[in-house]
């Protein structure tokens, strides 16, 4: 089992629409969660670090984290084709005190 | 952008040569990492230092070696380059927030001939 799983996509979504990217991991004693965004032949960008259970909202995203689940996730509201990217979860390992990063989900948001 | 630069920022060389990348960031943090990014594998950690002179191996640690003489700098080098090297290599520091964000830097390309 991967420590930090994603599916690959490609996740297509019309412009306007919800897109829900998703995250499990197997640390159960993990803390710290974060989303990354990375366009094509670019470096990761930091837009969401979630830390407790619940949801936490800035603009049109939204991390949701169900620390019993060992799953997080990244909704990103009236999605853009702006959006199109690749994104990458993070989880912070704290046996090995490193930060463990998914293959990534690429989104596609189509006008 | 976390005042960090990478250079090269595009290297082509030939198998058996030595190479270094460097990395360089201008806001003092503690903690700097090297990462490796190839399609289906995500980022991958080689290297990372925890202060100057104090480093640490990750989990594609083979054949590459780094220093830190100072806060600023970080390099990483590989003693002889192999083609399963060519990748994309990121640099990265922690946030000094007391989290554990990483932000990264531009990106090397290389390519191993």
């Known amino acids: 089992q991967k420590e930090v799983e994603q599916n690959s996509g490609p996740l297509s979504v019309p412009e306007g629409a919800i897109a829900s990217l998703n995250c499990t991991y197997s640390d159960r004693g993990s803390q710290s969660f974060f989303w990354y965004r990375q366009y094509s032949g670019k470096s990761p960008e930091l837009i969401m670090s979630?830390?407790?259970?619940g949801d936490k909202e800035d603009g049109r995203f939204t991390a949701q984290l169900n620390k019993a689940s060992q799953y997080v996730s990244l909704l990103i509201r009236d999605s853009q084709p702006s959006d199109s990217a690749t994104y990458l979860c993070a989880v912070f390992m704290e046996y090995g005190n490193k930060l463990v990063f998914g293959a990534g989900t690429i989104l596609r948001v189509k006008s | 952008d976390a005042g960090i630069t990478q250079s090269p920022r595009h290297k082509v060389t030939e198998t058996g040569t030595p190479v270094t990348l460097r990395c360089h960031q201008t806001e003092n943090h503690r903690y700097m990492y090297w990462y490796r990014q190839d399609p289906g594998h995500g980022l991958r950690l080689i290297h990372y230092?925890?202060?100057?002179?104090?480093?640490d191996k990750g989990e594609v640690s083979d054949g590459y070696s780094v220093s830190r003489s100072k806060t600023e700098d970080f390099l990483l080098t590989l003693e002889s380059a192999t083609s399963s090297q060519t990748s994309v290599y990121f640099c990265a520091i922690r946030g000094t927030s007391g989290t554990y964000e990483q932000y990264f830097g531009p990106g090397t390309r290389l390519t191993v001939t």
């Open positions: 230092s925890y202060g100057v002179k104090d480093t």
């Open positions: 979630i830390y407790s259970n």
